[in-house]
């Protein structure tokens, strides 16, 4: 019955239009707009904060899949990966379904590059000897890992509320609901976590999705991120990428064997950038063309 009724749910239509790329990348579009990143509530490094994004953009429907690295790539995603990392709960997973892990945070941004030279775009990334050396952040109009503000707002309500309706501070009589996690505010309806997934990546898009149509961002894998971590205090807050630079990358939305506490929308992790496991993956964002400005007509 489950499956059943997890089949269905991958039918449903988001509320957002998905976009699919060229190569076949499936995408929802975010559009622009400001929010309070960050809680009162949490960990240390969770302050909250307001945060404008200026910039529409695209960020995956779901995270990654072994069938879409394959086709990208044109080899399996474990070549260079470590032995102990690798496990087989996957195989028996369809490819286009099952989620890459064992990827480091500078083997995602080389695969952005790539997808980008597909489409014909420009790369976000610039690597010496496999390390990255420059990046363009969201000005670039190529594939790219999603800045931490926009992972987000992605992972939030599209009708954002006002900082004082947190959660654990909602009104009863608001319409306008902050939940805990991606998609509700029961982790076991939108999320794989230690509780329901049975200690195991399970494949993409089978809990519910959020209600912008974007699946599996609490939980089920770790998701790189663009961003240096660092303290939110040293972030401008316009359109931020993180610290300029550190020694971990931001890691969000937990994993299949993380507490429904880690699972949080706000919750905040880091590795280094070279760091691989099993329970880390990631999903690509692009910037979204600016919309043609429409010509006033004099005409009477």
């Not at 394959?70 to 496990?87: E, L, N, S, Y």
């Not at 195989?91 to 080389?110: F, G, K, L, T």
């Not at 971590?229 to 359109?239: D, R, T």
């Amino acid at each position: 019955m489950f499956w059943l009724y997890a089949a269905l749910l991958w039918a449903v239509p988001p509320k957002n239009k998905v976009h699919t790329s060229t190569f076949g990348y499936e995408t929802i579009l975010v559009e622009h707009g400001s929010f309070e990143m960050g809680t009162g509530q949490g960990d240390i490094d969770e302050s909250l904060h307001h945060v404008e994004l200026t910039r529409s953009f695209y960020i995956g429907r779901t995270e990654v899949t072994v069938g879409f690295w394959k086709k990208v790539m044109g080899t399996a995603p474990w070549t260079r990966a470590q032995t102990d990392c690798m496990r087989s709960d996957l195989e028996e997973m369809p490819e286009h379904r099952s989620p890459v892990y064992c990827i480091d945070w500078n083997e995602a941004a080389y695969f952005a590059n790539i997808l980008s030279d597909w489409e014909r775009l420009e790369e976000c990334y610039r690597f010496n000897e496999g390390e990255i050396v420059y990046s363009k952040g969201t000005e670039c109009m190529g594939y790219r890992l999603p800045t931490e503000a926009e992972w987000e707002f992605s992972a939030l309500p599209d009708h954002f509320p006002k900082a004082e309706d947190q959660p654990k501070e909602k009104k009863e009589n608001s319409d306008k609901k902050v939940y805990t996690y991606s998609g509700g505010d029961d982790i076991r309806l939108v999320g794989w976590y230690e509780g329901n997934s049975e200690n195991l990546a399970q494949m993409v898009g089978l809990l519910k999705p959020n209600e912008r149509g974007i699946y599996d961002l609490s939980g089920n894998l770790w998701e790189w991120c663009h961003d240096w971590y660092g303290s939110y205090e040293q972030m401008k807050s316009n359109n931020p990428s993180g610290s300029t630079h550190g020694i971990y990358r931001v890691l969000r939305g937990g994993s299949f064997s993380s507490p429904a506490q880690d699972t949080r929308i706000r919750n905040r992790f880091r590795r280094y950038p070279t760091f691989r496991s099993n329970q880390i993956g990631f999903r690509l964002a692009r910037t979204a063309p600016p919309k043609p400005k429409k010509e006033n007509s004099d005409k009477k």
